[in-house]
């Protein structure tokens, strides 16, 4: 049996991945953790009380599934290497001093990050760095990504990741929205949209315009159980893994 120890336990995320571990019978949820403050803290969770600090779960854990905020993320992975224990992210907007927690903590302990879980997303981010390398440098290209109104960053990290892919086939100037007289697009510029609107799960669509045509990649989250199935899917890939840092790639067999 392996105990998962969720951060985050009652976001959006962590509720969800909570749900589906109940399904797998392999998998327990041994423990959780919310911020300091929360008012279901000491409340029943897993096989103990939802806490508030990671390093009092770690010893009836395995893995830890991390889905809170960025602040505290350092932490939280640095005692995670330090007990022994996997580690899985999720959590978008961070800085570049958290990715290299994750990274130095990957020399330890086997870490998975990805801005999306969802299997569809990541089979996306394959279709849009091929699209964009076969259509060549005549199609200009749009991103427009689309979620609830409490999302805290923007552009998404899902978004993001698609720019990094499109500014590896020299679409290298990226403008983060538009306003007033601003010229006829560059060819090798690429737009990006955020539309924080509702309860919308997720919504992201690269557009792909050239000559008389126009081609649109779309993925639509309908549920978080969309991202949450990713999720159950890196916990198997790592409890069979040595230590390394790792993406949704290597865990559905694409890089």
């Known amino acids: 049996m392996i105990h998962i120890g969720l951060v985050g336990a009652r976001g959006r995320m962590g509720t969800t991945v909570a749900k589906l571990l109940k399904s797998e019978?392999?998998?327990?949820?041994?423990?959780g953790v919310e911020?300091?403050?929360?008012?279901d803290l000491g409340m029943p969770y897993g096989q103990g009380k939802l806490e508030s600090d990671i390093g009092i779960v770690l010893d009836r854990i395995d893995i830890v599934v991390d889905f809170s905020s960025p602040s505290g993320l350092e932490k939280r992975v640095s005692k995670s290497a330090e007990a022994g224990k996997g580690y899985i992210?999720?959590?978008?907007?961070?800085?570049k001093q958290q990715f290299d927690a994750m990274q130095r903590a990957g020399k330890?302990?086997?870490?998975?990050?990805?801005?999306?879980?969802?299997?569809?997303?990541?089979?996306?981010?394959?279709?849009?760095?091929?699209?964009?390398?076969l259509l060549?440098?005549?199609?200009?290209?749009?991103?427009?990504?689309?979620?609830?109104r409490a999302k805290a960053d923007a552009p998404s990290g899902t978004a993001s990741r698609i720019v990094e892919l499109l500014k590896q086939t020299a679409r290298n100037k990226i403008?983060?929205?538009?306003k007033g007289q601003v010229g006829s697009k560059p060819i090798e510029e690429v737009g990006v949209h955020s539309i924080r609107t509702g309860d919308v799960v997720g919504e992201h669509t690269v557009i792909f315009g050239g000559p008389a045509e126009r081609l649109e990649l779309t993925h639509r989250a309908s549920s978080r159980e969309?991202?949450?199935?990713g999720v159950i899917a890196a916990i198997k890939f790592i409890k069979k893994r040595n230590p390394g840092f790792y993406t949704m790639s290597h865990v559905l067999g694409l890089a």
């Open 25 to 31: 019978k392999d998998l327990i949820l041994g423990a």
């Open 35 to 39: 911020a300091a403050g929360h008012p």
């Open 89 to 95: 992210c999720g959590i978008t907007g961070l800085e």
């Open 108 to 133: 330890r302990i086997p870490v998975v990050y990805a801005p999306n879980f969802s299997i569809g997303v990541n089979v996306l981010y394959r279709f849009v760095k091929e699209a964009a390398e």
């Open 136 to 148: 060549g440098p005549d199609y200009d290209v749009e991103v427009v990504e689309l979620h609830h």
């Open 175 to 178: 403008v983060y929205g538009r």
């Open 226 to 229: 969309a991202f949450a199935h």
